[in-house]
């Protein structure tokens, strides 16, 4: 993908690093927490998270609803950006200037879609981990690197460890630019739904709902997410280059629920998924990338 160099006055810096805490909800982890960590430990790795959830006294299904209104205190985190510190921060590193490309290109992207729609935009910040930190302190609480890319709508900031790159294209299969531009763009698209209220919506809907009815509206709450990172592709389709839809569809299919459960314990349980299966992750991508139309990403509404 084609993409220009990131604008110098992008909110961009460095996370602080993790302390103590539990983590209070990542606005929709990009491939769920539980899974991906079953993935890399095993049933275990799952087991040792519930428990410490457990021993901070925090609701597991937090994690998956972006626990925290999105109009709660921003809080303060380390190298914040003018232009000199956004240069800083996004030249250390080949991986971090492309996801400043990518988070600036979006930002740029949604900014004209809400003008042209009459709404009121403003743009979330973008937090790395700093090398060799296994953790950082955002808004929504202490999150560990194994928890993969997060939007939290406390603090409106997307939090990413550039090493889960490599994670993307060796563990999963999911190679190239595009797949790793996708990671932005679903990201971005959170912070899309806490700025038009869903986030908040779909949390109070899921503290009166049980555990099965909360992660079906997390899986709503996500795929719409992967639709309107599909519209962002679709506004820049001048940028595209030959097999970057391809590269987006295999990130989609490698992280739906079915296929990462399926690797980690040999079963499926969809009561249990909270982002998707492969076939509607792509699906939504797809819809977002056909139609470059946000009004299209409603997964609110009928069957998903």
Not at 8 to 30: M, P, T
Not at 37 to 65: D, E, H, K, W, Y
């Amino acid at each position: 993908m084609r993409l220009d160099d990131y604008d110098n006055d992008i909110d961009v810096g460095e996370a602080q690093s993790g302390g103590g805490g539990g983590f209070g909800g990542g606005g929709g982890l990009l491939f769920g927490l539980l899974p991906l960590i079953g993935s890399r430990f095993g049933c275990g790795g799952i087991v040792v998270v519930l428990i410490i959830l457990a021993v901070v006294g925090m609701n597991p299904l937090s994690l998956l609803t972006g626990g925290g209104s999105g109009n709660a205190p921003v809080t303060q985190s380390a190298g914040s950006s003018g232009s000199e510190g956004a240069r800083q921060t996004c030249e250390a590193s080949p991986e971090r200037r492309e996801a400043c490309q990518a988070f600036s290109n979006a930002e740029n992207t949604w900014e004209k879609i809400f003008a042209d729609n009459g709404q009121r935009f403003s743009a979330p910040g973008l937090r790395f981990f700093r090398p060799g930190a296994n953790s950082v302190t955002s808004g929504c609480g202490t999150a560990p690197s194994a928890a993969g890319p997060f939007y939290c709508p406390s603090d409106r900031r997307i939090y990413l460890d550039t090493r889960f790159f490599d994670e993307l294209a060796n563990k999963f299969g999911a190679k190239g630019d595009f797949a790793r531009n996708y990671v932005i763009a679903h990201e971005f698209g959170h912070h899309i739904q806490t700025l038009l209220g869903t986030s908040d919506q779909v949390r109070r809907a899921q503290q009166a709902a049980g555990e099965a009815q909360g992660n079906a509206l997390s899986v709503r709450l996500e795929l719409q997410a992967d639709c309107y990172a599909g519209v962002w592709a679709a506004k820049n389709r001048d940028r595209l280059e030959p097999g970057d839809v391809e590269e987006g569809m295999t990130a989609a299919r490698a992280i739906g629920d079915d296929t990462l459960q399926r690797e980690s314990t040999g079963r499926v349980v969809p009561d249990s998924f909270t982002h998707g299966s492969s076939e509607q992750r792509m699906r939504w991508l797809r819809r977002g990338m056909e139609t470059g139309d946000p009004a299209q990403c409603d997964t609110f509404s009928g069957a998903i």
